[in-house]
């Protein structure tokens, strides 16, 4: 994982560098900084999966339970919203 890491902080430092060489605004050197601490989380979120003390069959039950149980709930949340865009939909219809 501090391998990880430092592959991380190497990437931003030469990324940054290339953005002030270039002359590129702060607001995208920002933007470029979040987007590497959103790689590194999704990075060492993934090899906390894989090295945790766990079979590989118990592992890729549990990622496919997570992933089912955040579909249903996307799914959950795309139905009612769009109960409520149709809601209002109808409304304005009628005036």
Excluded: W
């Excluded at 702060?26 to 999704?42: D, E, R």
Aim: aromatic residues 6%; positive net charge; glycine residues 10%.
């Amino acid at each position: 994982m501090l391998d990880t890491l430092a592959k991380t902080a190497f990437v931003g430092s030469i990324l940054s560098f290339y953005k002030r060489a270039t002359g590129q605004p702060q607001a995208s050197s920002v933007m470029g900084a979040v987007g590497l601490v959103a790689a590194g989380i999704v990075i060492g979120a993934g090899a906390a999966l894989f090295f945790a003390p766990k079979t590989g069959a118990e592992l890729r039950a549990d990622v496919r339970t997570r992933a089912r149980r955040l579909t249903a709930g996307a799914s959950e949340k795309l139905a009612s919203v769009r109960d409520a865009a149709m809601g209002e939909n109808s409304s304005l219809e009628q005036h």
